[in-house]
Protein backbone atom coordinates (compact mmCIF):
# COMPACT_ATOMS: atom_id res chain seq x y z
CA UNK A 1 0.00 0.00 0.00
CA UNK A 2 1.05 3.67 -0.98
CA UNK A 3 1.51 6.24 1.62
CA UNK A 4 1.74 10.27 1.48
CA UNK A 5 4.52 11.86 0.74
CA UNK A 6 4.74 13.21 4.12
CA UNK A 7 5.32 10.56 5.52
CA UNK A 8 9.07 10.83 4.93
CA UNK A 9 9.27 13.68 6.61
CA UNK A 10 7.71 12.08 9.56
CA UNK A 11 11.06 10.41 10.78
CA UNK A 12 14.01 12.68 10.31
CA UNK A 13 17.32 11.88 12.11
CA UNK A 14 16.29 13.15 15.64
CA UNK A 15 14.21 9.97 16.09
CA UNK A 16 18.10 8.20 16.45
CA UNK A 17 18.62 9.97 19.23
CA UNK A 18 16.09 8.60 21.28
CA UNK A 19 17.94 5.09 21.12
CA UNK A 20 20.29 5.66 24.17
CA UNK A 21 17.27 7.32 25.98
CA UNK A 22 15.44 3.91 25.22
CA UNK A 23 18.05 1.85 26.32
CA UNK A 24 18.42 3.84 29.65
CA UNK A 25 14.92 3.44 30.13
CA UNK A 26 15.06 -0.25 29.62
CA UNK A 27 18.27 -0.87 31.77
CA UNK A 28 15.98 1.11 34.71
CA UNK A 29 13.12 -1.36 34.16
CA UNK A 30 15.50 -3.78 34.31
CA UNK A 31 16.25 -2.93 37.88
CA UNK A 32 19.87 -2.02 36.52
CA UNK A 33 21.53 0.99 38.56
CA UNK A 34 21.40 3.63 35.45
CA UNK A 35 20.99 7.24 35.97
CA UNK A 36 18.71 8.39 33.49
CA UNK A 37 19.74 12.18 32.01
CA UNK A 38 18.39 11.85 28.78
CA UNK A 39 14.47 13.67 28.58
CA UNK A 40 13.40 16.79 30.23
CA UNK A 41 10.51 14.96 31.96
CA UNK A 42 10.49 16.63 35.45
CA UNK A 43 10.62 13.82 38.11
CA UNK A 44 8.36 15.98 40.58
CA UNK A 45 4.81 14.64 41.18
CA UNK A 46 2.08 17.34 39.76
CA UNK A 47 1.22 19.64 43.03
CA UNK A 48 -1.88 18.35 44.81
CA UNK A 49 -4.09 21.23 44.50
CA UNK A 50 -3.65 20.91 40.57
CA UNK A 51 -3.89 17.00 40.72
CA UNK A 52 -7.27 17.46 43.39
CA UNK A 53 -8.99 19.86 41.03
CA UNK A 54 -8.76 17.08 38.15
CA UNK A 55 -9.57 14.33 40.48
CA UNK A 56 -13.04 16.52 41.69
CA UNK A 57 -13.74 17.49 38.10
CA UNK A 58 -13.48 14.10 37.33
CA UNK A 59 -16.19 12.76 40.39
CA UNK A 60 -18.04 15.69 39.52
CA UNK A 61 -18.86 14.13 36.03
CA UNK A 62 -16.81 16.35 33.91
CA UNK A 63 -15.97 13.75 31.63
CA UNK A 64 -17.51 15.29 28.53
CA UNK A 65 -17.12 17.30 24.87
CA UNK A 66 -16.13 20.72 25.62
CA UNK A 67 -15.71 23.96 23.26
CA UNK A 68 -13.10 23.08 21.09
CA UNK A 69 -10.97 26.49 21.70
CA UNK A 70 -10.77 25.87 25.17
CA UNK A 71 -12.36 26.87 28.31
CA UNK A 72 -13.48 29.84 28.42
CA UNK A 73 -12.11 30.73 32.27
CA UNK A 74 -8.56 28.94 30.75
CA UNK A 75 -8.14 31.39 27.82
CA UNK A 76 -8.84 34.20 30.10
CA UNK A 77 -6.57 33.18 32.88
CA UNK A 78 -3.90 32.64 29.90
CA UNK A 79 -4.47 35.82 28.24
CA UNK A 80 -4.23 37.65 31.37
CA UNK A 81 -0.65 36.18 32.36
CA UNK A 82 0.27 36.74 28.76
CA UNK A 83 -0.60 40.50 29.12
CA UNK A 84 1.20 40.73 32.32
CA UNK A 85 4.72 39.62 30.97
CA UNK A 86 4.45 41.13 27.55
CA UNK A 87 2.48 44.54 28.35
CA UNK A 88 -0.22 43.48 25.48
CA UNK A 89 -3.87 43.76 25.42
CA UNK A 90 -4.39 39.87 24.98
CA UNK A 91 -7.90 38.35 25.59
CA UNK A 92 -9.16 34.55 25.19
CA UNK A 93 -9.82 35.19 21.36
CA UNK A 94 -5.54 35.31 20.99
CA UNK A 95 -5.34 32.46 23.13
CA UNK A 96 -6.52 28.69 21.84
CA UNK A 97 -5.90 25.51 24.67
CA UNK A 98 -3.63 23.18 23.18
CA UNK A 99 -2.44 19.35 23.77
CA UNK A 100 1.21 20.72 25.08
CA UNK A 101 3.28 22.88 23.54
CA UNK A 102 3.85 20.74 20.73
CA UNK A 103 0.40 20.49 19.67
CA UNK A 104 0.46 24.29 19.29
CA UNK A 105 3.59 24.41 17.32
CA UNK A 106 2.26 22.06 15.07
CA UNK A 107 -0.90 23.63 15.02
CA UNK A 108 1.00 26.67 14.11
CA UNK A 109 2.98 25.10 11.54
CA UNK A 110 -0.13 23.81 9.69
CA UNK A 111 -2.15 27.21 9.51
CA UNK A 112 0.98 29.19 8.70
CA UNK A 113 3.34 27.20 6.18
CA UNK A 114 3.21 25.40 2.56
CA UNK A 115 4.73 22.69 0.42
CA UNK A 116 7.95 24.46 -1.04
CA UNK A 117 8.12 27.06 1.81
CA UNK A 118 11.53 27.59 3.97
CA UNK A 119 11.29 28.26 8.08
CA UNK A 120 14.26 29.21 9.47
CA UNK A 121 15.19 27.41 12.64
CA UNK A 122 18.40 29.23 14.53
CA UNK A 123 20.26 25.72 15.59
CA UNK A 124 20.83 23.93 17.32
CA UNK A 125 16.71 23.46 17.98
CA UNK A 126 14.92 21.70 19.85
CA UNK A 127 14.38 17.91 17.97
CA UNK A 128 10.65 18.09 16.92
CA UNK A 129 10.94 21.09 14.70
CA UNK A 130 12.45 19.42 11.68
CA UNK A 131 9.64 17.02 11.30
CA UNK A 132 6.87 19.84 12.37
CA UNK A 133 7.86 21.90 9.98
CA UNK A 134 8.22 19.12 7.66
CA UNK A 135 5.01 18.00 7.87
CA UNK A 136 4.04 21.24 6.13
CA UNK A 137 5.34 20.61 2.98
CA UNK A 138 7.65 23.56 4.05
CA UNK A 139 11.54 22.98 4.70
CA UNK A 140 13.23 24.23 8.04
CA UNK A 141 16.61 26.19 7.06
CA UNK A 142 18.88 25.77 9.82
CA UNK A 143 20.46 29.62 10.99
CA UNK A 144 24.22 29.01 12.40
CA UNK A 145 25.09 29.76 16.35
CA UNK A 146 28.28 31.73 16.91
CA UNK A 147 30.66 29.94 16.21
CA UNK A 148 32.48 30.88 19.87
CA UNK A 149 31.21 28.24 22.09
CA UNK A 150 27.97 30.47 23.30
CA UNK A 151 25.67 28.86 20.83
CA UNK A 152 24.31 32.61 21.21
CA UNK A 153 22.15 33.57 17.82
CA UNK A 154 24.21 34.88 14.60
CA UNK A 155 21.81 37.69 13.60
CA UNK A 156 23.85 38.34 10.08
CA UNK A 157 23.70 34.03 9.37
CA UNK A 158 19.82 34.07 9.92
CA UNK A 159 19.52 37.15 7.81
CA UNK A 160 21.50 35.56 4.80
CA UNK A 161 19.20 32.49 5.44
CA UNK A 162 16.31 34.37 3.99
CA UNK A 163 15.42 33.23 0.40
CA UNK A 164 12.19 34.36 -1.23
CA UNK A 165 10.51 31.10 -0.02
CA UNK A 166 11.12 31.72 3.53
CA UNK A 167 7.72 32.72 5.11
CA UNK A 168 8.59 32.51 8.95
CA UNK A 169 11.38 31.71 11.58
CA UNK A 170 10.67 29.33 14.50
CA UNK A 171 12.74 29.35 17.85
CA UNK A 172 12.36 28.46 21.17
CA UNK A 173 13.19 30.98 23.70
CA UNK A 174 14.48 30.19 26.32
CA UNK A 175 16.44 27.42 24.11
CA UNK A 176 16.49 23.48 24.47
CA UNK A 177 19.79 22.00 24.15
CA UNK A 178 21.53 25.28 25.28
CA UNK A 179 18.78 27.13 27.93
CA UNK A 180 20.11 30.28 26.77
CA UNK A 181 17.81 33.31 27.33
CA UNK A 182 18.04 35.42 24.53
CA UNK A 183 18.45 39.28 25.34
CA UNK A 184 16.14 41.96 24.12
CA UNK A 185 18.98 43.04 21.84
CA UNK A 186 19.24 39.49 19.99
CA UNK A 187 15.14 39.74 19.87
CA UNK A 188 15.23 42.49 18.85
CA UNK A 189 17.54 41.79 15.74
CA UNK A 190 15.38 38.86 15.57
CA UNK A 191 12.32 40.62 15.04
CA UNK A 192 14.00 43.41 12.67
CA UNK A 193 14.44 40.57 10.00
CA UNK A 194 11.15 39.25 10.55
CA UNK A 195 9.73 42.74 9.97
CA UNK A 196 11.95 43.60 6.83
CA UNK A 197 11.38 40.38 5.18
CA UNK A 198 7.58 39.90 6.96
CA UNK A 199 7.90 36.81 8.59
CA UNK A 200 5.79 34.88 10.88
CA UNK A 201 7.97 33.97 14.29
CA UNK A 202 6.59 30.69 15.83
CA UNK A 203 8.66 31.52 19.33
CA UNK A 204 8.28 28.06 21.81
CA UNK A 205 7.80 29.95 25.39
CA UNK A 206 7.75 26.37 27.69
CA UNK A 207 10.66 27.34 29.76
CA UNK A 208 9.83 31.03 30.03
CA UNK A 209 8.84 30.09 33.80
CA UNK A 210 12.30 28.68 34.34
CA UNK A 211 14.87 31.68 33.91
CA UNK A 212 17.22 31.58 36.91
CA UNK A 213 17.97 35.20 36.88
CA UNK A 214 17.00 38.74 34.92
CA UNK A 215 13.56 39.61 32.88
CA UNK A 216 12.69 37.34 30.10
CA UNK A 217 11.36 38.74 27.36
CA UNK A 218 8.55 37.83 24.55
CA UNK A 219 9.40 38.79 21.22
CA UNK A 220 5.94 39.36 20.77
CA UNK A 221 6.42 42.43 23.12
CA UNK A 222 8.32 44.17 20.76
CA UNK A 223 7.05 46.45 18.13
CA UNK A 224 5.68 45.72 14.90
CA UNK A 225 5.62 41.86 16.76
CA UNK A 226 1.98 41.05 17.93
CA UNK A 227 1.00 41.04 14.49
CA UNK A 228 3.06 38.35 13.28
CA UNK A 229 4.20 36.17 16.32
CA UNK A 230 2.52 32.96 17.53
CA UNK A 231 3.72 32.19 21.55
CA UNK A 232 3.61 28.98 22.24
CA UNK A 233 3.29 27.74 26.05
CA UNK A 234 2.50 25.25 28.04
CA UNK A 235 2.54 23.84 31.92
CA UNK A 236 4.61 20.95 31.16
CA UNK A 237 7.74 22.44 32.48
CA UNK A 238 6.86 24.97 35.22
CA UNK A 239 4.16 22.58 36.80
CA UNK A 240 5.71 19.13 35.95
CA UNK A 241 2.85 18.32 33.87
CA UNK A 242 4.38 16.86 30.87
CA UNK A 243 1.49 13.80 31.00
CA UNK A 244 -1.39 16.06 30.93
CA UNK A 245 -0.86 17.17 27.41
CA UNK A 246 -1.93 21.13 27.72
CA UNK A 247 -0.58 23.82 26.69
CA UNK A 248 -1.70 27.31 24.75
CA UNK A 249 -0.86 29.09 21.33
CA UNK A 250 -1.38 32.84 21.51
CA UNK A 251 -1.57 34.86 18.19
CA UNK A 252 -3.52 36.94 15.82
CA UNK A 253 -7.42 36.58 16.24
CA UNK A 254 -7.75 35.59 12.79
CA UNK A 255 -4.72 33.15 12.89
CA UNK A 256 -6.76 31.79 16.24
CA UNK A 257 -9.39 31.31 14.14
CA UNK A 258 -8.11 28.87 11.79
CA UNK A 259 -6.01 26.88 14.66
CA UNK A 260 -9.33 26.69 16.21
CA UNK A 261 -10.86 25.05 12.67
CA UNK A 262 -7.79 23.09 12.83
CA UNK A 263 -8.25 21.59 16.30
CA UNK A 264 -11.97 20.34 14.93
CA UNK A 265 -11.14 18.45 13.06
CA UNK A 266 -7.78 16.82 14.77
CA UNK A 267 -8.78 16.66 18.48
CA UNK A 268 -12.04 18.49 18.80
CA UNK A 269 -11.32 19.63 22.38
CA UNK A 270 -9.42 19.11 25.52
CA UNK A 271 -11.04 16.92 28.70
CA UNK A 272 -12.99 19.26 31.01
CA UNK A 273 -11.22 17.87 33.70
CA UNK A 274 -7.84 18.58 32.80
CA UNK A 275 -8.70 22.24 31.87
CA UNK A 276 -9.92 23.02 35.28
CA UNK A 277 -6.63 21.55 36.42
CA UNK A 278 -4.93 23.62 34.06
CA UNK A 279 -6.87 26.83 35.19
CA UNK A 280 -5.58 26.22 39.00
CA UNK A 281 -2.11 25.78 38.08
CA UNK A 282 -2.31 29.26 36.27
CA UNK A 283 -3.42 30.40 39.81
CA UNK A 284 -0.61 28.93 41.44
CA UNK A 285 1.98 30.18 38.83
CA UNK A 286 3.46 32.57 41.24
CA UNK A 287 4.75 29.79 44.06
CA UNK A 288 5.02 27.02 41.88
CA UNK A 289 6.95 28.02 38.77
CA UNK A 290 9.76 29.88 41.36
CA UNK A 291 10.25 26.71 43.38
CA UNK A 292 10.52 24.52 40.10
CA UNK A 293 13.26 27.44 38.64
CA UNK A 294 15.34 27.14 42.16
CA UNK A 295 14.98 23.76 42.42
CA UNK A 296 16.87 23.17 38.64
CA UNK A 297 19.04 25.87 39.28
CA UNK A 298 20.50 24.30 42.51
CA UNK A 299 20.75 20.67 40.70
CA UNK A 300 22.38 22.42 37.74
CA UNK A 301 25.14 22.93 40.46
CA UNK A 302 24.81 19.66 41.80
CA UNK A 303 25.74 17.80 38.77
CA UNK A 304 27.51 20.68 36.74
CA UNK A 305 30.48 21.76 39.20
CA UNK A 306 31.65 19.21 40.11
CA UNK A 307 32.47 18.52 36.56
CA UNK A 308 35.25 21.31 36.47
CA UNK A 309 37.60 18.95 37.58
CA UNK A 310 38.11 17.16 34.40
CA UNK A 311 39.77 18.77 32.05
CA UNK A 312 38.20 17.45 29.08
CA UNK A 313 35.16 18.35 29.52
CA UNK A 314 33.62 21.83 29.56
CA UNK A 315 30.04 23.16 30.97
CA UNK A 316 28.44 25.30 28.75
CA UNK A 317 26.14 26.79 32.04
CA UNK A 318 22.33 27.25 31.27
CA UNK A 319 20.51 30.57 31.79
CA UNK A 320 17.07 29.03 32.68
CA UNK A 321 15.75 25.18 32.30
CA UNK A 322 16.55 22.01 33.07
CA UNK A 323 19.85 20.92 30.65
CA UNK A 324 23.49 21.98 30.13
CA UNK A 325 25.85 21.50 27.33
CA UNK A 326 28.73 19.69 27.87
CA UNK A 327 31.53 20.00 25.41
CA UNK A 328 33.34 16.76 25.01
CA UNK A 329 35.40 17.30 22.47
CA UNK A 330 38.27 17.37 24.73
CA UNK A 331 38.23 13.53 24.91
CA UNK A 332 38.86 12.76 21.40
CA UNK A 333 35.32 10.99 20.72
CA UNK A 334 32.28 11.71 19.03
CA UNK A 335 29.56 13.03 21.14
CA UNK A 336 27.50 9.53 19.99
CA UNK A 337 30.58 7.54 21.02
CA UNK A 338 30.75 9.14 24.14
CA UNK A 339 27.33 9.18 25.34
CA UNK A 340 27.23 5.07 24.69
CA UNK A 341 30.65 4.93 26.64
CA UNK A 342 29.43 6.67 28.90
CA UNK A 343 26.18 4.45 28.60
CA UNK A 344 27.80 1.42 28.70
CA UNK A 345 30.94 1.84 31.19
CA UNK A 346 29.06 3.70 33.88
CA UNK A 347 24.94 3.48 33.22
CA UNK A 348 24.48 7.03 32.51
CA UNK A 349 22.68 8.33 29.74
CA UNK A 350 22.81 11.53 27.91
CA UNK A 351 21.98 12.78 24.49
CA UNK A 352 24.63 13.33 22.07
CA UNK A 353 23.44 16.87 21.07
CA UNK A 354 24.13 16.64 17.64
CA UNK A 355 20.98 15.41 17.42
CA UNK A 356 19.56 19.40 17.92
CA UNK A 357 22.04 20.14 15.03
CA UNK A 358 25.67 20.03 13.52
CA UNK A 359 26.17 23.53 15.60
CA UNK A 360 26.30 21.20 18.80
CA UNK A 361 28.07 18.16 17.48
CA UNK A 362 30.65 17.02 20.40
CA UNK A 363 28.28 18.41 23.08
CA UNK A 364 26.24 15.90 25.21
CA UNK A 365 22.59 17.23 26.59
CA UNK A 366 22.28 16.24 30.24
CA UNK A 367 19.03 17.10 32.01
CA UNK A 368 18.21 17.66 36.00
CA UNK A 369 15.38 15.32 36.17
CA UNK A 370 16.50 13.16 38.80
CA UNK A 371 17.04 13.66 42.92
CA UNK A 372 20.23 15.71 43.97
CA UNK A 373 22.06 12.47 45.26
CA UNK A 374 21.33 10.69 42.26
CA UNK A 375 22.71 14.28 40.22
CA UNK A 376 25.62 14.01 42.29
CA UNK A 377 26.58 10.57 41.68
CA UNK A 378 26.14 10.80 38.38
CA UNK A 379 28.59 13.81 38.15
CA UNK A 380 31.10 11.57 39.15
CA UNK A 381 30.06 8.62 36.92
CA UNK A 382 30.73 11.47 34.26
CA UNK A 383 34.44 12.46 35.71
CA UNK A 384 35.27 8.82 36.31
CA UNK A 385 34.55 7.94 32.57
CA UNK A 386 36.11 11.37 31.26
CA UNK A 387 39.35 10.71 33.09
CA UNK A 388 39.10 7.30 32.09
CA UNK A 389 39.54 8.55 28.75
CA UNK A 390 42.47 11.05 29.14
CA UNK A 391 44.34 8.18 31.20
C1 LIG B 1 11.73 23.43 23.47
C2 LIG B 1 10.58 22.52 23.72
N1 LIG B 1 9.41 22.77 23.12
C3 LIG B 1 8.34 21.98 23.32
C4 LIG B 1 8.40 20.87 24.13
C5 LIG B 1 7.18 20.04 24.30
O1 LIG B 1 6.40 20.57 25.34
P1 LIG B 1 4.95 20.05 25.67
O2 LIG B 1 5.08 18.93 26.67
O3 LIG B 1 4.24 21.21 26.25
O4 LIG B 1 4.34 19.58 24.39
C6 LIG B 1 9.60 20.56 24.79
C7 LIG B 1 9.71 19.36 25.62
O5 LIG B 1 10.78 18.92 25.97
C8 LIG B 1 10.71 21.42 24.57
O6 LIG B 1 11.88 21.17 25.17
Not at 46 to 58: E, F, N, R, V, Y
Not at 139 to 144: C, I, K, P, W
Not at 244 to 264: F, N, Q, V
Not at 308 to 337: C, E, H, Q, W
Request: hydrophobic share 45%; with cysteine.
Amino acid sequence: MRFAARVDHLGGGSVRAWDIHNAGKEALARGENVIVLSVGDPDFATPQAITDTAIKSLKDGDTHYTTVAGRLELRKAIAAHQSRRTGLALHEDHVLIVAGAQNGLFSAAQCLFDPGDEVIVPEPAYLTYEATIGATGAQMVRAAAKRDGSFRPDLEALEAAVTPRTRGIMLANPGNPTGIVMTRAELEGIAAVAVKHDLWVICDEVYAELVFDGAFVSIASLPGMAERTVTVGSLSKSHAMTGWRIGWMIAPEALITHADHLALCAIYGLPGFIQNAAIQAIADMDHVAPLMRDIYRARCGVLCDPLKAANNLKVLYPDSGMFALIDIRGTGLSANDFAWGLFRAEGVSVLDASAFGPAAEGYIRVAFTVSDDALADAAQRILRYARSLSA
